[in-house]
């Protein structure tokens, strides 16, 4: 070799080759620093770069000089290997570029390149698409450009005897990549021809240039290239002399036997080994085609541009469950990624399970050939780090640093250089920057514990380890040797012996991967005493130029594997010798060939190195000798290594810049998002995070914690000794006074900035943003956190050591005061995004719309939906205060409903447990999560995070989203020493059990002792659920069982357990005062024994940092996610929504801030469905009305209309009917539950209530249509004898008129009309004069009257007899009402308030019975004794509702007031039994008629045809009084009815919205005395106040009508077309007039009533006649008849009615009429049978009257609020002993029976609220009594009070 030559610092393949843009350099230009680059990449570089420098060795240039390098120039690549080796080539873009040079170097575009042969054979290979299109072409000859257009150029190469591909990592391997031979410039003198003929001779002998053979034209072939050397080279630095010959001799002989160009041997198949070598190079450049075909086969190659998220990868599907072994290339990546993310080892193994490969394998065991083998060729399968690349470069950023966190879990070796397109690699920096390594250095003095950084910043040595050529060994396998002890041996390395690893790889050469050493701390199982990383590069480093010269500059040694010694790779070697990374030879085996053996000594002694330096594994090593002398080395260099000479990987994005790797940090959207993170982070400037802390997250901390005292204070009133109110009030602007601090001081820079970038970004950007947050802060929180937990070792060490017992105080002090700082020491994301949500909840709180130009809170919430759909944990639960930002979650859950669909059905699955057993690394593992873990509190407070459900799954399960909630830990040791830690384990255990759909409670076999104590706490908080109406299901995971045999080893523990679990079921059921209903587990969960329980592995697989994941942990985790699928498939609960668990989370939050939670719970959930469901209810219960009442109308008409008795008839037809309405009732209930499972769910142990109801209701209905059909009958049967007698006598009359007229007719006389009155006067006289009037019953309604109070009150008979003896039967002697009950109850009170309250009901009463009383008399019927039991009934049914706890009546005045009742319903009675003997007279009812019969008698004598008098007398007298009858006995309901479903605002389809109703028009008027009077007797009020509603809307005005008209015209329009049908049908079917009425009557007796006389002189009566008129007199009488309706006045219409629709329609809405025993609110269930009162709104007790005793001034308290108090109460039920308020149930049975819910809220009951603050001074003066003390807070507006009212009845008060 020549000086020139030796003295090259490049070979001639780096001087030909541009690292711009990977290719051959076209058009050559050398920089001022001496690299070399094509002009055209220089430019374009330099164009997008403001500060020039040289893409290389990034040298400044700011002037941009460079000069075109003749030299390079004139040897062009395209000669060498024509065209350019890049996607342009191959795409057939390249373009020519032709130059013309002058002497000075610069150049100008020409075209004479392009004039010769040579350049258009140049041309015609760079337009090749593809390698494989141009190896033809370079075989074919090849003619030199002439002399004066181009040059030549020749690499002569060593090339590696085997020419082998690499079939794997590290066996058969292909050898490196050629090394070109340094060329040398020929220059151009005169001598040149003579100089180079030496050369031409040798080249024309031995070798073929361009595919020139040697044969005997070779000569003549290669005279174009001595000419062009002759000319203008010299070959090698040969000079122009004269003994040119001699010189070039040795390079001739030099060249023939060392080189090759393009690995071409000297020999007569050079042109055969070129071709080899092109394929070398056309794989080398290939490797986007491989990567795309890879892509396709494995399905990934869609998300090349749109990348693979972790939200794609967290999805819950059925092939997710299912976890078997991928059955084609497509199912590989998923199979790989699930298995990571649940953190199987066993993700590599990517084995294809398909059934022919089974079958091969059958076969060959049943073949009886020995030879037979299967095999599985016929299976297109894939290398597993095919696999790795594939899956990294199709995933986006977030998921690449999760693959990270998960493989390095399992103690993967992690991709650092990931071969990516257009043949470049990616140094995947940020990809690695969340893992994290912990590790424990070999105990020594100075020794501080245990060390924990992230991996990029670890500065330890750095070995790498790579290949040249083919080896005989595995080289990961050795490396997997060398870092494993043979206690915990995993594969970290995948090598060849590997599941499919065996297969060829196609785009994973190239890949480096990189893992760490991590020593435990012990001496025993460490190999290593100090930590380091090792490098290891895939495939042969020949081939990947830029990975290896990367790691040589970044190792601190280098470890070479070679399986022989060349001159070749010694010649690469030298190469790596010159960076810093001292060099270790592996040579894989024997060196016997006296050759190799020189090399091998020259390069030591050239490099000096020594024995240690080279590595031999002779045949007679073993592997384990092998591994252990790789050790010492290995531990040699380490010891060999200086801090100063590390670099940690972030250090070396410097490197990879300068050897050409991309970096991922450099991607403009990370440097972005980083550039941003570093502007936030950099305002943190504070090193004492604490400090920092209180002075930027104002928000949270110490004032989240007073907020939440005040709001605990304020729900259970522990403190309070004075007002409620008041106190309440207080906290609550103690409260609004902290929040309104916050909100008047600056928003410190940070928050603002984070907010504002949070806000503006989306998508991955602001994914990226909060991950370099995340990064950032952890760095800075695990900095101080290791400076802390340094001191408190320190602290703790000279404690131990310290006797002194002041000493160890002092020191105890300091340590724990460390120790808090240590707690204080935490920085995250989670504080930031903590802030945000205190931040929203200020603001909401306050009803603040903006706060410092930041956005708006709607906005805030929304960024926050869609982080959480992103997998972004949402914090539930603040771990430092324990508190819940209610609004803020809520809103975010809204948004998210919005986001995804308001009816998307979630699940919410939660884990509780002890401290430390590994809850949030079951969740993680489970289901690929993010949850923080860790040794101690890895979890502080709750966290929620949201997985979709997709495909098949979402239907089966019947839910779209899986919500997990991940808690901290119970029993924290940190939580121990204060007073209320087990309350704040209860709470977060109730917490967490309320809103979870499913409960695992992680039992870990380590904590045995602390199970107890966590199962009572679990456990009572089920019982919680349960008595509130939730059965949650439990699965018990029982963690740390290894055993195969665990099931069943742990049966008999498995009992004992259950055992246990029913003891404490039954312990803690005594203490919740429930132990008579739940004694087992099974009472309080859903609990399966067979299924609702897992037995988990223990997690490592080994010990110390080096030890992995075990795959027993991880695959038992997965089959109890495919168990608790199962279980949820099961599922028949409510399927709850985002919207349904906001507000859960409010209703279970409210009720744990309370003492007594069972006391407090509401769940609104429940309350609205119930809501709805009573809505419904409602409907069906008026629909049962309404037809038994048309049922009951038409059974009366048939009664009376029906000439004989019926009633038994009627009586199974009503029971039959009944059980029909009944039955479809029922029937909509059943629908109800059937098309609402959700709803109904919620509401299912309401179901049998419900049908409770319907069947309570269909009794109710039958006793009351029986009770009508009885008096309908025995009315009948009063007027029967009435009725005959006045038949018969209307039968004398007809003769009398008839022998009349037939006289007349003898006699022929005219008469006139006077003379024929007189002749029917006399015959009237005549007639009626002999009818024996039957004389008028004598009843004594007096005497019914004393008879019936002896019977209701036979104990006090004495006493009524008295009354009777003092009054002697002038009942006027007795006092009116008005003096009666003002003196009766004077003196009987202790206090004026409640004996003015007594006397005011009293009188209340009074009205009551009279407008009872009123109801009776007006059905047309007569006095009947039963009327006074009724009476006496009815007071007291309304006298006992309207006692109170403060006073009853006293028994004496009972008898008075009920006398006094009865006396004034006596002249109601009378004067009703007066009317009805009067109006069923015969001789009246003659005299009634008398007219009608004058008119006939006139009229058949005038026509002797009284067919049209007739028509019109039966119209007028018959149809139109029964038309009318029908109208008011229907038009009563359909008023009611109109009400119940056209009324605005629906206030009166069921008995809450009838409350609201009431409400809202009492707000209207706006008076005290309507407010007091609806205060005093709601019930008589409502039926005022209903009545007055009937009658204005009877009086409304539609289309020039009032309603009542409407109503009542269409009832008419009904009959008369019934009757005109009546009418046709029995004109047809009748041929004498008698059949015709009897027809008519028969079709309409169930709606009208004609009187069975109406047939009079039907025999002077033509039918067809007749009935022509009467069709045309009835549609005259309905023209009357609406006229008639016209002039009707609503309200005496109204009152009149027989029917009336105000007791109809409050039927329906009255309710049971009990009234709360305190603020007398009364009560809104309307079903019937009901037990248990409620009312959704309580009032201040002080509008009832309740004063202090000793202030004397009215309570202002609501119910709802002093049952959270610890106050006492007492009265004439409590036998005025003192009682607790909070056990009021335990008074009585009255008591007991209302449901009063804790609620100290200020909002809560705000409407009465304001109407106690408006008209406080008016109740006082009323009650007599000091007005309350009333907060002003209580002046609540009425917007506020509509809204209030909305939320807590579901109504909209606009539609009122």
């Given at each position: 070799?020549?000086?020139?030559?030796?003295?090259?610092?490049?070979?001639?393949?780096?001087?030909?080759?541009?690292?711009?843009?990977?290719?051959?350099?076209?058009?050559?230009?050398?920089?001022?620093?001496?690299?070399?680059?094509?002009?055209?990449?220089?430019?374009?570089?330099?164009?997008?770069?403001?500060?020039?420098?040289?893409?290389?060795?990034?040298?400044?240039?700011?002037?941009?000089?460079?000069?075109?390098?003749?030299?390079?120039?004139?040897?062009?690549?395209?000669?060498?290997?024509?065209?350019?080796?890049?996607?342009?080539?191959?795409?057939?873009?390249?373009?020519?570029?032709?130059?013309?040079?002058?002497?000075?170097?610069?150049?100008?575009?020409?075209?004479?390149?392009?004039?010769?042969?040579?350049?258009?054979?140049?041309?015609?290979?760079?337009?090749?698409?593809?390698?494989?299109?141009?190896?033809?072409?370079?075989?074919?000859?090849?003619?030199?450009?002439?002399?004066?257009?181009?040059?030549?150029?020749?690499?002569?190469?060593?090339?590696?005897?085997?020419?082998?591909?690499?079939?794997?990592?590290?066996?058969?391997?292909?050898?490196?990549?050629?090394?070109?031979?340094?060329?040398?410039?020929?220059?151009?003198?005169?001598?040149?021809?003579?100089?180079?003929?030496?050369?031409?001779?040798?080249?024309?002998?031995?070798?073929?240039?361009?595919?020139?053979?040697?044969?005997?034209?070779?000569?003549?072939?290669?005279?174009?290239?001595?000419?062009?050397?002759?000319?203008?080279?010299?070959?090698?630095?040969?000079?122009?002399?004269?003994?040119?010959?001699?010189?070039?001799?040795?390079?001739?002989?030099?060249?023939?036997?060392?080189?090759?160009?393009?690995?071409?041997?000297?020999?007569?198949?050079?042109?055969?080994?070129?071709?080899?070598?092109?394929?070398?190079?056309?794989?080398?450049?290939?490797?986007?085609?491989?990567?795309?075909?890879?892509?396709?086969?494995?399905?990934?190659?869609?998300?090349?541009?749109?990348?693979?998220?972790?939200?794609?990868?967290?999805?819950?599907?059925?092939?997710?469950?299912?976890?078997?072994?991928?059955?084609?290339?497509?199912?590989?990546?998923?199979?790989?990624?699930?298995?990571?993310?649940?953190?199987?080892?066993?993700?590599?193994?990517?084995?294809?399970?398909?059934?022919?490969?089974?079958?091969?394998?059958?076969?060959?065991?049943?073949?009886?050939?020995?030879?037979?083998?299967?095999?599985?060729?016929?299976?297109?399968?894939?290398?597993?780090?095919?696999?790795?690349?594939?899956?990294?470069?199709?995933?986006?950023?977030?998921?690449?640093?999760?693959?990270?966190?998960?493989?390095?879990?399992?103690?993967?070796?992690?991709?650092?250089?990931?071969?990516?397109?257009?043949?470049?690699?990616?140094?995947?920096?940020?990809?690695?920057?969340?893992?994290?390594?912990?590790?424990?250095?070999?105990?020594?003095?100075?020794?501080?514990?245990?060390?924990?950084?992230?991996?990029?910043?670890?500065?330890?040595?750095?070995?790498?380890?790579?290949?040249?050529?083919?080896?005989?060994?595995?080289?990961?396998?050795?490396?997997?040797?060398?870092?494993?002890?043979?206690?915990?041996?995993?594969?970290?390395?995948?090598?060849?012996?590997?599941?499919?690893?065996?297969?060829?790889?196609?785009?994973?050469?190239?890949?480096?991967?990189?893992?760490?050493?991590?020593?435990?701390?012990?001496?025993?199982?460490?190999?290593?005493?100090?930590?380091?990383?090792?490098?290891?590069?895939?495939?042969?480093?020949?081939?990947?130029?830029?990975?290896?010269?990367?790691?040589?500059?970044?190792?601190?040694?280098?470890?070479?594997?070679?399986?022989?010694?060349?001159?070749?790779?010694?010649?690469?070697?030298?190469?790596?010798?010159?960076?810093?990374?001292?060099?270790?030879?592996?040579?894989?085996?024997?060196?016997?060939?006296?050759?190799?053996?020189?090399?091998?000594?020259?390069?030591?002694?050239?490099?000096?190195?020594?024995?240690?330096?080279?590595?031999?594994?002779?045949?007679?090593?073993?592997?384990?000798?092998?591994?252990?002398?790789?050790?010492?080395?290995?531990?040699?260099?380490?010891?060999?290594?200086?801090?100063?000479?590390?670099?940690?990987?972030?250090?070396?994005?410097?490197?990879?810049?300068?050897?050409?790797?991309?970096?991922?940090?450099?991607?403009?959207?990370?440097?972005?998002?980083?550039?941003?993170?570093?502007?936030?982070?950099?305002?943190?400037?504070?090193?004492?995070?604490?400090?920092?802390?209180?002075?930027?997250?104002?928000?949270?901390?110490?004032?989240?914690?007073?907020?939440?005292?005040?709001?605990?204070?304020?729900?259970?009133?522990?403190?309070?000794?004075?007002?409620?109110?008041?106190?309440?009030?207080?906290?609550?602007?103690?409260?609004?006074?902290?929040?309104?601090?916050?909100?008047?001081?600056?928003?410190?820079?940070?928050?603002?900035?984070?907010?504002?970038?949070?806000?503006?970004?989306?998508?991955?950007?602001?994914?990226?943003?909060?991950?370099?947050?995340?990064?950032?802060?952890?760095?800075?929180?695990?900095?101080?956190?290791?400076?802390?937990?340094?001191?408190?070792?320190?602290?703790?060490?000279?404690?131990?050591?310290?006797?002194?017992?002041?000493?160890?105080?002092?020191?105890?002090?300091?340590?724990?005061?460390?120790?808090?700082?240590?707690?204080?020491?935490?920085?995250?994301?989670?504080?930031?995004?903590?802030?945000?949500?205190?931040?929203?909840?200020?603001?909401?709180?306050?009803?603040?719309?903006?706060?410092?130009?930041?956005?708006?809170?709607?906005?805030?919430?929304?960024?926050?939906?869609?982080?959480?759909?992103?997998?972004?944990?949402?914090?539930?639960?603040?771990?430092?205060?324990?508190?819940?930002?209610?609004?803020?979650?809520?809103?975010?859950?809204?948004?998210?409903?919005?986001?995804?669909?308001?009816?998307?059905?979630?699940?919410?699955?939660?884990?509780?447990?002890?401290?430390?057993?590994?809850?949030?690394?079951?969740?993680?593992?489970?289901?690929?999560?993010?949850?923080?873990?860790?040794?101690?509190?890895?979890?502080?407070?709750?966290?929620?995070?949201?997985?979709?459900?997709?495909?098949?799954?979402?239907?089966?399960?019947?839910?779209?989203?899986?919500?997990?909630?991940?808690t901290e830990g119970l029993k924290a040791p940190e939580l121990q020493s204060l007073v209320d830690n087990y309350e704040h384990d209860n709470e977060l255990a109730t917490l967490v059990t309320g809103l979870s759909d499913m409960t695992l409670v992680n039992m870990s076999m380590e904590h045995s002792a602390e199970m107890k104590d966590i199962l009572q706490i679990v456990l009572h908080a089920f019982i919680r659920m349960k008595i509130v109406g939730k059965k949650p299901v439990c699965v018990f995971v029982h963690?740390?069982?290894?055993?195969?045999?665990?099931?069943?080893?742990?049966?008999?523990?498995?009992?004992?357990?259950?055992?246990?679990?029913?003891?404490?079921?039954?312990?803690?059921?005594?203490?919740?005062?429930?132990?008579?209903?739940?004694?087992?587990?099974?009472?309080?969960?859903?609990?399966?024994?067979?299924?609702?329980?897992?037995?988990?592995?223990?997690?490592?697989?080994?010990?110390?940092?080096?030890?992995?994941?075990?795959?027993?942990?991880?695959?038992?985790?997965?089959?109890?996610?495919?168990?608790?699928?199962?279980?949820?498939?099961?599922?028949?609960?409510?399927?709850?929504?985002?919207?349904?668990?906001?507000?859960?989370?409010?209703?279970?939050?409210?009720?744990?801030?309370?003492?007594?939670?069972?006391?407090?719970?509401?769940?609104?959930?429940?309350?609205?469905?119930?809501?709805?469901?009573?809505?419904?209810?409602?409907?069906?219960?008026?629909?049962?009305?309404?037809?038994?009442?048309?049922?009951?109308?038409?059974?009366?008409?048939?009664?009376?209309?029906?000439?004989?008795?019926?009633?038994?008839?009627?009586?199974?037809?009503?029971?039959?009917?009944?059980?029909?309405?009944?039955?479809?009732?029922?029937?909509?209930?059943?629908?109800?539950?059937?098309?609402?499972?959700?709803?109904?769910?919620?509401?299912?142990?309401?179901?049998?209530?419900?049908?409770?109801?319907?069947?309570?209701?269909?009794?109710?209905?039958?006793?009351?249509?029986?009770?009508?059909?009885?008096?309908?009958?025995?009315?009948?049967?009063?007027?029967?004898?009435?009725?005959?007698?006045?038949?018969?006598?209307?039968?004398?009359l007809e003769k009398g008129i008839s022998e009349l007229l037939e006289n007349f007719k003898q006699h022929k006389a005219k008469l006139n009309d006077y003379e024929l009155l007189f002749y029917f006067d006399t015959m009237w006289y005549k007639e009626t004069s002999c009818i024996p009037v039957p004389l008028p019953k004598r009843i004594n309604i007096e005497a019914d009257m004393e008879n019936s109070l002896r019977e209701h009150m036979p104990a006090m008979s004495a006493d009524i007899n008295k009354k009777i003896?003092?009054?002697?039967?002038?009942?006027?002697?007795?006092?009116?009402?008005?003096?009666?009950?003002?003196?009766?109850?004077?003196?009987?009170?202790?206090?004026?308030?409640?004996?003015?309250?007594?006397?005011?009901?009293?009188?209340?009463?009074?009205?009551?019975?009279?407008?009872?009383?009123?109801?009776?008399?007006?059905?047309?019927?007569?006095?009947?004794?039963?009327?006074?039991?009724?009476?006496?009934?009815?007071?007291?049914k309304n006298i006992i509702k309207l006692q109170t706890d403060r006073f009853s009546y006293p028994p004496e005045f009972l008898l008075e007031f009920k006398l006094h009742v009865c006396i004034s319903a006596l002249s109601k009675f009378k004067e009703l039994h007066r009317k009805f003997n009067e109006e069923n007279n015969p001789l009246q009812l003659l005299a009634r008629e008398r007219e009608n019969y004058f008119y006939l008698f006139k009229e058949l004598y005038k026509t002797n045809d009284a067919s049209q008098?007739?028509?019109?007398?039966?119209?007028?007298?018959?149809?139109?009084?029964?038309?009318?009858?029908?109208?008011?006995?229907?038009?009563?309901?359909?008023?009611?009815?109109?009400?119940?479903?056209?009324?605005?605002?629906?206030?009166?389809?069921?008995?809450?919205?009838?409350?609201?109703?009431?409400?809202?028009?009492?707000?209207?008027?706006?008076?005290?005395?309507?407010?007091?009077?609806?205060?005093?007797?709601?019930?008589?009020?409502?039926?005022?106040?209903?009545?007055?509603?009937?009658?204005?809307?009877?009086?409304?005005?539609?289309?020039?009508?009032?309603?009542?008209?409407?109503?009542?015209?269409?009832?008419?329009?009904?009959?008369?077309?019934?009757?005109?049908?009546?009418?046709?049908?029995?004109?047809?079917?009748?041929?004498?007039?008698?059949?015709?009425?009897?027809?008519?009557?028969?079709?309409?007796?169930?709606?009208?009533?004609?009187?069975?006389?109406?047939?009079?002189?039907?025999?002077?009566?033509?039918?067809?006649?007749?009935?022509?008129?009467?069709?045309?007199?009835?549609?005259?009488?309905?023209?009357?008849?609406?006229?008639?309706?016209?002039?009707?006045?609503?309200?005496?219409?109204?009152?009149?009615?027989?029917?009336?629709?105000?007791?109809?329609?409050?039927?329906?809405?009255?309710?049971?009429?009990?009234?709360?025993?305190?603020?007398?609110?009364?009560?809104?269930?309307?079903?019937?049978?009901?037990?248990?009162?409620?009312?959704?709104?309580?009032?201040?007790?002080?509008?009832?009257?309740?004063?202090?005793?000793?202030?004397?001034?009215?309570?202002?308290?609501?119910?709802?609020?002093?049952?959270?108090?610890?106050?006492?109460?007492?009265?004439?039920?409590?036998?005025?002993?003192?009682?607790?308020?909070?056990?009021?149930?335990?008074?009585?049975?009255?008591?007991?029976?209302?449901?009063?819910?804790?609620?100290?809220?200020?909002?809560?009951?705000?409407?009465?609220?304001?109407?106690?603050?408006?008209?406080?001074?008016?109740?006082?003066?009323?009650?007599?009594?000091?007005?309350?003390?009333?907060?002003?807070?209580?002046?609540?507006?009425?917007?506020?009070?509509?809204?209030?009212?909305?939320?807590?009845?579901?109504?909209?008060?606009?539609?009122?």
């Amino acid at each position: 070799m020549s000086n020139h030559a030796d003295c090259e610092d490049a070979s001639l393949y780096d001087r030909l080759y541009c690292h711009v843009c990977a290719n051959f350099i076209a058009i050559p230009v050398t920089l001022e620093c001496g690299h070399n680059f094509c002009l055209e990449c220089v430019e374009k570089f330099w164009d997008t770069n403001e500060d020039p420098f040289c893409p290389w060795c990034m040298e400044k240039d700011p002037d941009k000089k460079c000069s075109v390098n003749l030299p390079l120039d004139n040897a062009d690549a395209r000669v060498l290997v024509p065209g350019r080796p890049s996607s342009d080539v191959w795409s057939g873009k390249q373009e020519d570029s032709s130059w013309e040079r002058t002497s000075q170097g610069s150049w100008t575009e020409d075209s004479c390149f392009a004039r010769n042969k040579g350049a258009a054979q140049t041309e015609e290979l760079a337009g090749a698409d593809s390698m494989e299109e141009m190896f033809p072409l370079m075989s074919v000859e090849y003619e030199l450009p002439n002399t004066d257009e181009s040059s030549a150029i020749s690499s002569l190469m060593d090339k590696d005897q085997n020419d082998h591909s690499e079939s794997d990592e590290d066996i058969y391997s292909d050898p490196g990549a050629n090394i070109p031979a340094q060329s040398a410039g020929l220059q151009d003198d005169t001598n040149a021809a003579q100089k180079c003929e030496p050369m031409r001779e040798a080249i024309s002998e031995k070798y073929t240039w361009a595919g020139i053979q040697d044969d005997t034209n070779a000569a003549q072939k290669c005279e174009p290239m001595r000419e062009a050397i002759s000319e203008k080279y010299t070959w090698a630095g040969i000079q122009d002399d004269t003994n040119a010959a001699q010189k070039c001799e040795p390079m001739r002989e030099a060249i023939s036997e060392k080189y090759t160009w393009a690995g071409i041997q000297d020999g007569t198949n050079a042109a055969e080994k070129c071709e080899s070598k092109s394929e070398v190079i056309s794989e080398k450049y290939m490797w986007d085609n491989h990567a795309q075909e890879v892509l396709t086969q494995v399905g990934l190659v869609q998300f090349c541009k749109k990348k693979l998220s972790l939200r794609n990868v967290l999805e819950i599907s059925v092939e997710a469950l299912e976890g078997c072994a991928p059955k084609s290339l497509e199912h590989v990546p998923w199979y790989f990624l699930r298995k990571v993310m649940r953190l199987d080892a066993s993700a590599v193994n990517i084995k294809c399970i398909c059934d022919h490969i089974i079958r091969n394998e059958m076969q060959e065991l049943e073949s009886n050939d020995i030879f037979t083998t299967s095999t599985c060729s016929a299976v297109p399968w894939i290398h597993p780090l095919d696999i790795i690349v594939s899956v990294f470069l199709c995933s986006d950023a977030l998921l690449q640093q999760e693959l990270m966190v998960k493989m390095a879990s399992c103690q993967f070796a992690l991709p650092l250089l990931l071969p990516t397109w257009n043949n470049s690699c990616t140094f995947l920096l940020w990809a690695l920057r969340s893992v994290l390594k912990k590790w424990h250095p070999i105990r020594g003095k100075d020794n501080n514990g245990f060390l924990e950084e992230h991996v990029v910043s670890m500065k330890i040595p750095t070995f790498s380890f790579i290949k040249v050529g083919d080896i005989n060994v595995s080289k990961s396998k050795i490396l997997n040797d060398i870092l494993n002890n043979k206690q915990q041996y995993h594969n970290i390395f995948i090598h060849y012996h590997m599941d499919c690893a065996n297969l060829p790889k196609k785009i994973s050469n190239g890949l480096a991967e990189i893992s760490w050493y991590l020593p435990s701390g012990s001496e025993n199982n460490d190999v290593f005493t100090q930590p380091f990383q090792i490098i290891n590069l895939h495939g042969d480093a020949f081939k990947t130029p830029e990975q290896a010269e990367f790691l040589t500059l970044i190792s601190s040694a280098v470890f070479v594997f070679l399986g022989d010694i060349t001159e070749m790779k010694l010649q690469y070697l030298k190469n790596l010798t010159k960076n810093k990374a001292q060099i270790y030879l592996i040579l894989t085996s024997d060196v016997t060939i006296q050759n190799a053996k020189d090399l091998l000594l020259s390069f030591t002694q050239m490099f000096n190195l020594c024995k240690k330096y080279i590595i031999i594994k002779s045949q007679q090593i073993n592997d384990s000798d092998f591994t252990t002398k790789l050790c010492f080395r290995l531990q040699s260099a380490m010891d060999q290594c200086s801090q100063e000479n590390m670099l940690c990987l972030e250090e070396m994005i410097s490197v990879a810049h300068q050897c050409g790797i991309h970096v991922d940090e450099d991607e403009e959207q990370i440097q972005l998002t980083k550039n941003w993170c570093e502007d936030i982070i950099g305002l943190i400037t504070n090193a004492d995070i604490q400090d920092f802390k209180c002075r930027n997250f104002r928000f949270q901390g110490e004032t989240c914690k007073k907020l939440l005292d005040f709001e605990k204070e304020q729900s259970r009133l522990k403190n309070c000794c004075g007002s409620v109110v008041l106190y309440t009030a207080k906290l609550e602007k103690q409260k609004s006074q902290l929040r309104q601090s916050l909100l008047e001081k600056d928003l410190p820079d940070i928050m603002k900035s984070f907010i504002q970038k949070l806000t503006d970004l989306s998508g991955s950007n602001r994914v990226l943003f909060l991950q370099w947050i995340k990064h950032k802060l952890n760095s800075k929180s695990q900095t101080r956190m290791s400076e802390l937990k340094s001191q408190y070792r320190n602290k703790y060490k000279t404690l131990i050591s310290t006797e002194n017992q002041t000493e160890r105080e002092q020191k105890q002090t300091m340590l724990q005061k460390i120790n808090n700082k240590l707690s204080a020491a935490s920085l995250g994301l989670e504080h930031f995004m903590r802030e945000l949500g205190q931040i929203y909840e200020t603001l909401i709180t306050e009803k603040k719309e903006s706060f410092q130009g930041i956005p708006s809170a709607d906005t805030l919430a929304y960024t926050a939906a869609e982080l959480l759909l992103e997998g972004l944990p949402l914090e539930l639960l603040d771990g430092d205060t324990g508190t819940i930002a209610v609004n803020w979650i809520s809103a975010v859950l809204k948004e998210v409903a919005i986001l995804v669909g308001r009816d998307k059905c979630v699940f919410v699955l939660s884990v509780l447990g002890v401290q430390s057993t590994g809850k949030s690394t079951l969740l993680n593992t489970m289901f690929g999560l993010q949850f923080a873990v860790g040794s101690g509190r890895g979890t502080k407070g709750a966290f929620i995070q949201l997985l979709k459900i997709t495909g098949s799954l979402q239907s089966q399960l019947g839910y779209d989203f899986l919500m997990i909630i991940d808690t901290e830990g119970l029993k924290a040791p940190e939580l121990q020493s204060l007073v209320d830690n087990y309350e704040h384990d209860n709470e977060l255990a109730t917490l967490v059990t309320g809103l979870s759909d499913m409960t695992l409670v992680n039992m870990s076999m380590e904590h045995s002792a602390e199970m107890k104590d966590i199962l009572q706490i679990v456990l009572h908080a089920f019982i919680r659920m349960k008595i509130v109406g939730k059965k949650p299901v439990c699965v018990f995971v029982h963690q740390n069982v290894g055993d195969i045999s665990a099931y069943d080893q742990n049966l008999i523990g498995h009992k004992l357990l259950l055992d246990q679990l029913d003891e404490i079921i039954r312990a803690a059921a005594k203490m919740e005062k429930c132990d008579d209903k739940f004694t087992k587990l099974a009472d309080v969960a859903t609990f399966d024994p067979n299924c609702s329980k897992g037995y988990i592995a223990g997690l490592w697989h080994g010990c110390g940092p080096m030890a992995s994941i075990s795959r027993g942990y991880s695959t038992s985790v997965f089959e109890l996610k495919k168990s608790l699928f199962q279980t949820i498939q099961t599922f028949s609960k409510y399927k709850e929504t985002f919207s349904d668990f906001s507000r859960l989370i409010q209703d279970t939050w409210s009720a744990v801030k309370m003492e007594n939670f069972i006391f407090s719970f509401k769940n609104s959930l429940v309350a609205e469905a119930f809501h709805h469901i009573t809505q419904e209810f409602a409907k069906w219960d008026w629909e049962m009305r309404r037809a038994v009442q048309e049922w009951t109308i038409q059974a009366e008409n048939k009664i009376e209309a029906s000439e004989t008795n019926i009633s038994s008839f009627l009586e199974t037809e009503l029971k039959m009917f009944i059980t029909e309405t009944q039955t479809v009732a029922l029937s909509h209930l059943e629908k109800y539950f059937t098309a609402n499972p959700e709803k109904a769910r919620l509401v299912e142990e309401y179901r049998q209530r419900l049908i409770n109801c319907i069947q309570a209701l269909g009794q109710d209905l039958l006793l009351s249509a029986s009770k009508r059909c009885q008096e309908a009958n025995q009315s009948k049967k009063a007027l029967k004898e009435v009725n005959i007698l006045k038949l018969s006598y209307s039968k004398k009359l007809e003769k009398g008129i008839s022998e009349l007229l037939e006289n007349f007719k003898q006699h022929k006389a005219k008469l006139n009309d006077y003379e024929l009155l007189f002749y029917f006067d006399t015959m009237w006289y005549k007639e009626t004069s002999c009818i024996p009037v039957p004389l008028p019953k004598r009843i004594n309604i007096e005497a019914d009257m004393e008879n019936s109070l002896r019977e209701h009150m036979p104990a006090m008979s004495a006493d009524i007899n008295k009354k009777i003896r003092d009054v002697r039967g002038d009942w006027s002697l007795l006092k009116g009402v008005k003096d009666f009950i003002p003196n009766s109850l004077s003196g009987h009170f202790s206090n004026e308030t409640d004996e003015q309250m007594a006397k005011c009901k009293a009188f209340l009463v009074v009205e009551q019975c009279s407008m009872f009383v009123e109801d009776i008399v007006r059905q047309d019927r007569d006095y009947d004794p039963s009327h006074w039991f009724k009476v006496l009934n009815y007071v007291d049914k309304n006298i006992i509702k309207l006692q109170t706890d403060r006073f009853s009546y006293p028994p004496e005045f009972l008898l008075e007031f009920k006398l006094h009742v009865c006396i004034s319903a006596l002249s109601k009675f009378k004067e009703l039994h007066r009317k009805f003997n009067e109006e069923n007279n015969p001789l009246q009812l003659l005299a009634r008629e008398r007219e009608n019969y004058f008119y006939l008698f006139k009229e058949l004598y005038k026509t002797n045809d009284a067919s049209q008098t007739m028509a019109e007398t039966f119209t007028e007298q018959f149809l139109k009084p029964a038309i009318f009858k029908a109208i008011e006995k229907n038009l009563g309901f359909d008023i009611a009815d109109d009400m119940k479903n056209n009324y605005s605002g629906g206030g009166f389809k069921a008995r809450m919205n009838f409350n609201v109703a009431i409400m809202y028009d009492l707000y209207m008027k706006d008076d005290f005395e309507t407010y007091y009077n609806y205060i005093s007797s709601s019930a008589l009020f409502e039926q005022t106040w209903l009545h007055e509603k009937i009658i204005q809307h009877c009086m409304r005005q539609y289309n020039g009508h009032t309603r009542l008209f409407q109503l009542a015209t269409q009832t008419l329009k009904v009959l008369v077309n019934m009757l005109k049908n009546a009418i046709s049908n029995a004109k047809v079917n009748s041929e004498t007039i008698l059949q015709f009425f009897e027809k008519v009557k028969e079709n309409i007796q169930s709606c009208l009533v004609i009187s069975s006389n109406a047939d009079i002189f039907a025999s002077h009566t033509n039918l067809e006649c007749f009935v022509k008129y009467l069709e045309g007199s009835i549609n005259r009488t309905e023209k009357d008849i609406e006229t008639e309706i016209g002039q009707w006045r609503a309200a005496t219409k109204i009152t009149s009615l027989p029917y009336s629709p105000t007791s109809l329609l409050y039927e329906s809405l009255e309710g049971c009429g009990m009234c709360c025993f305190w603020c007398g609110t009364p009560c809104e269930n309307s079903q019937l049978g009901h037990v248990t009162h409620s009312a959704t709104y309580h009032r201040p007790v002080g509008i009832n009257g309740y004063k202090n005793e000793e202030s004397n001034k009215l309570i202002p308290e609501t119910c709802t609020s002093i049952v959270a108090t610890i106050k006492q109460f007492r009265n004439k039920d409590t036998k005025w002993k003192w009682v607790r308020i909070k056990k009021y149930k335990s008074v009585s049975d009255h008591y007991r029976s209302w449901n009063i819910p804790p609620d100290t809220s200020l909002s809560e009951s705000s409407y009465w609220k304001a109407v106690f603050y408006k008209y406080n001074e008016k109740f006082a003066e009323y009650y007599k009594c000091l007005p309350a003390d009333v907060p002003p807070e209580w002046n609540f507006s009425w917007v506020d009070v509509c809204r209030d009212v909305a939320d807590a009845y579901n109504v909209n008060l606009d539609s009122f």
